[in-house]
């Protein structure tokens, strides 16, 4: 029983980055820090981009909870949570890049999925890149996927309202 609440604190923290990440993407890259996330928004033939660095400050955070909870900090006393909260964090890291970089955009590697929960994240992030700037837009989470056909309805209701300006091609 010594592993049950390591495991579980690092699959929290893996549930509430996804939260994290939900609320970054939503209001930190489409709002002030669009700098950094615009280009992943627009077309390029560059390896990186500068909406990378975000990963750089997820690194940062999972490296910091390494450090605090390594056997003395600043000679205190480690905080045990925090290697298995760092742990979490670097989860999290991988199964975004598996999954956003990888499988939705294809940067890693060449697979398009047929059906089920892999296609429904497919269908949900390129729903979110299906509106043109950093206003409105749909599906900021990474890991949980929204109905496609709800997407679709929310992009309409933000073209229509003059909320978002959504490309041709959304189906929306």
């Not at 975000?54 to 940062?60: E, F, I, N, T």
């Not at 999972?62 to 900090?73: K, N, Q, R, T």
């Amino acid at each position: 029983m010594d592993w049950l609440v390591p495991l579980l604190t690092v699959l929290a923290t893996i549930a509430w980055m996804e939260w994290v990440a939900w609320a970054s993407h939503k209001y930190i890259m489409h709002g002030w820090g669009w700098g950094w996330h615009r280009d992943h928004h627009e077309p390029h033939d560059n390896l990186f981009e500068k909406n990378d660095l975000y990963g750089v400050v997820g690194a940062v955070m999972s490296i910091s909870m390494f450090a605090l909870g390594s056997e003395m900090v600043l000679g205190e006393a480690a905080w045990w949570p925090a290697t298995w909260i760092g742990l979490g964090i670097l989860g999290y890291g991988i199964i975004y890049t598996l999954i956003h970089d990888g499988l939705v955009h294809q940067r890693y590697f060449r697979w398009v999925p047929k059906k089920g929960y892999a296609k429904r994240l497919v269908q949900a992030h390129k729903l979110h890149h299906a509106t043109i700037g950093k206003e409105g837009g749909v599906s900021f989470g990474f890991i949980v996927a929204p109905d496609p056909a709800k997407l679709k309805a929310e992009l309409k209701r933000q073209r229509e309202a003059g909320i978002a300006v959504v490309r041709d091609s959304a189906g929306a």
